[in-house]
């Protein structure tokens, strides 16, 4: 069964640094998105993308934050100079059209210190 | 703003129990409601309801969706330990491709 995959599951970074996060999302899919949860909080959304451009974006999703889909399988977050407050499980999500189901990778744990 | 409440959030019951899980909404221009299963990481797809009264059902898991009064139900029928986990509903607006989440019920099934 086709699934969202997201590398790595677990990566600790230190305050400042920029970091990557990768997913690949299911392959025939258009819609794909980044959310992220911090712990014992709700899942939020970050950003959606289609067509090779963002189609909207959270509050939290400020210069700081950036996508990209660098060929056609790899869809990353990139987090530059990373805060304490930006530890959290990162989800990547895809689906074939708007509005319907999304489905879930497996999430990158992110821990600054 | 919109904003998805479920209810309760947490609920203990013994296995073979039947529970029903609430989720109610506002949102501008309503799409389609989401019912998800969150075990350790990632939330797994369970149903997804666009239309009122037309109950969605999976096994022992069903969902129904009432557009009037803004609320979902998931309803699990002689519960398994296995049934264990966060059930998070979640809510897509018109024109906007992010799906707004509720803060979830974490289920616990003692045997």
């Known amino acids: 069964e086709p699934e969202v995959t997201q590398t790595p599951s677990h990566q600790v970074t230190q305050m400042g640094q920029e970091v990557i996060l990768r997913c690949v999302p299911i392959?025939?899919?258009?819609?794909f998105y980044w959310y992220r949860q911090i712990l014992g909080q709700k899942v939020e959304f970050l950003v959606s993308f289609y067509n090779n451009e963002i189609s909207e974006k959270s509050e939290i999703f400020d210069d700081q934050f950036s996508v990209e889909r660098p060929d056609g399988s790899n869809f990353t977050l990139k987090i530059r100079s990373t805060k304490l407050e930006d530890s959290a499980m990162y989800f990547c999500?895809?689906?074939?059209?708007?509005?319907?189901?999304?489905?879930f990778g497996q999430g990158t744990r992110l821990t600054v210190v | 703003e919109d904003k998805v409440v479920q209810s309760p959030l947490s609920l203990v019951v013994h296995e073979g129990d039947t529970v029903t899980l609430n989720c109610s909404y506002e949102?501008?221009?309503?799409?389609?409601l989401l019912w998800y299963k969150q075990e350790k990481k990632a939330p797994t797809f369970l149903f997804m309801l666009?239309?009122?009264?037309i109950e969605k059902k999976s096994g022992r898991l069903s969902s129904i969706l009432d557009k009037k009064e803004l609320f979902s139900i998931l309803n699990i029928t002689a519960t398994q330990t296995g049934d264990s986990a966060i059930y998070l509903c979640a809510v897509f607006g018109q024109g906007a491709q992010k799906l707004v989440f509720g803060q979830g019920t974490r289920l616990t099934i003692n045997p």
């Open positions: 666009t239309s009122s009264g």
């Open positions: 949102v501008t221009n309503f799409r389609s």
């Open positions: 999500a895809s689906s074939r059209s708007p509005y319907t189901e999304a489905f």
């Open positions: 392959s025939n899919h258009l819609y």
